[in-house]
């Protein structure tokens, strides 16, 4: 089997990057700058970003081991969107499917998708979430919900924003892209000319 070069992590490019989105969308990530034991008690409050409604909320300011993968992948999804997401897992999501990686070293292989949702609200009152999304959200691990943002049409960019931070803080990798629920892609081809650095 033959392996492919290997790739720096961009880890500089991509903070500086998530740095300046996140100053131009008046948000400010504490995460890398503050210590938190230089706060006041009263100042140390919880950041609310959950992965998953019901896993426990975890302060952005805990050290921990960050899992590496090479790609990580943000698809903005709507709850109503199951067949969608469906689809997804099982063509191009699933690499078993994909003969032309048979060829690929293993690291390059490793791809996290992450499903972003807001709530869902209705006059001016949080819904329930449908009994079949909360079933596929018990049984998969790619689906991640921030409970600050409502869905609506234009608060796309905001959840792909919340996407990028929640990644930067879950997950160490090299590239991160962004794509839709109704869209194919190509991973040989996309994973071969990124491990490549074309």
Known sequence: MT???SVEAPTTKLKLLMLITAAVAGIVLLADFFDASLLSKEENIELNMTVNINVNTTPIFKSKVKPDFFVVIIIP???NHVSERAMIRETWMNISTWPDL??????YKRVKVMFIFGQVEKDNALLEYTSQFLQ????????YISEGLIEDRTV?????LWGMLRSH???????LIKTDDDIM??????????????
């Open 3 to 5: 392996s492919l070069p």
């Open 77 to 79: 999804s709507l709850p």
């Open 102 to 107: 048979d060829h690929v070293d293993e690291y």
């Open 136 to 143: 596929e959200l018990d049984t998969h691990d790619d689906m």
């Open 156 to 160: 796309l960019k905001y959840k792909v």
């Open 169 to 175: 803080d879950l997950y160490n990798f090299d590239y």
């Open 185 to 198: 892609v190509n991973l040989p081809l996309l994973l071969t000319t990124l491990a490549r650095g074309e």
